[in-house]
């Protein structure tokens, strides 16, 4: 059965890696596909295409500079259509000579897809074709991959407004913003979403999402009302978050006063 999307590829990749132990995430500095063992710095970096060409190769080889472990991952097509079909062995043989590792997914109508690797990076191993990891470049990828609560995106999207850690820290912001009736302060935002730079992104006002009604205080855009609405997978543990800050903020006020009549 063919793949009419990269997207679709995703799925079996990241249940296949996870299997492994891996923690894995889409769409990180511009990787589709990045996974950590715990314990372990080392990002696993999947880029997908539908079928193996030029592009992918070039893909494969620039991820190199984050991780000498990357897998190329491609559509198996069954009913073997075009030339891209019938020379995995040669196919293999680059990718081993590149130090990249190749996986195949195989789809089908009626059960699961099956994942195939056909051939692994020479990880732990010398080798002449190995490429050194631009550290400022990883420690990007490191940091975005951890500060992202959740995987809300698909891998091999295109088109689309990812959820990165920046869009979950405005997330957050907003839905604190949302729970109140009157313009807030930004110490207050701060306070109750623990964003330490709540201040300088509510002035900044990247997405359009807040509003400087007066000096010091902000209010929620109705562009802001709606992306809570359009992300509420990821609004969800935000909410449940900004109660619990409510909660305890409100059961600190009673005990001051309970301290204050003694």
Not at 80 to 90: D, Y
Not at 141 to 147: A, I, K, N, S
Not at 158 to 176: F, I, N, P, Q
């Amino acid at each position: 059965m063919a793949v009419q999307h990269e997207t679709e590829l995703y799925l079996p990749l990241k249940q296949h890696f996870e299997a492994q132990g891996y923690t894995v995430k889409s769409e990180v500095r511009h990787c589709d596909l990045v996974g950590f063992l715990p314990g372990q710095d080392q990002p696993l970096i999947v880029e997908m295409k539908r079928i193996f060409n030029l592009a992918l190769l070039l893909q494969g080889l620039e991820r190199q500079k984050l991780s000498p472990l990357v897998y190329l991952a491609v559509e198996r097509n069954r009913t073997k259509k075009g030339a891209h079909s019938q020379k995995w062995s040669e196919i293999i043989k680059l990718c081993q000579r590149l130090d990249l590792g190749l996986i195949t997914v195989t789809h089908y109508k009626t059960k699961a897809a099956f994942v195939e690797v056909l051939c692994t990076p020479s990880v732990g191993t010398a080798s002449s074709n190995r490429v050194k990891p631009i550290k400022n470049r990883v420690s990007k990828l490191v940091t975005e991959f951890h500060e992202r609560s959740g995987d809300y995106n698909v891998g091999g999207s295109r088109g689309t407004k990812l959820v990165t850690a920046y869009r979950e820290r405005a997330l957050k912001l907003a839905t604190v913003m949302s729970q109140s009736t009157e313009p807030m302060a930004p110490r207050q935002v701060r306070d109750l979403s623990g964003i330490g730079k709540a201040a300088a992104m509510l002035r900044d006002n990247y997405y359009g999402w807040f509003n400087r009604v007066s000096r010091g205080l902000y209010a929620l855009t109705p562009e802001g009302q709606a992306a809570l609405q359009r992300y509420d997978q990821v609004t969800a543990s935000h909410r449940l978050f900004a109660e619990m800050a409510e909660v305890i903020g409100d059961s600190e006020d009673e005990s001051h006063a309970d301290e204050s009549s003694w």
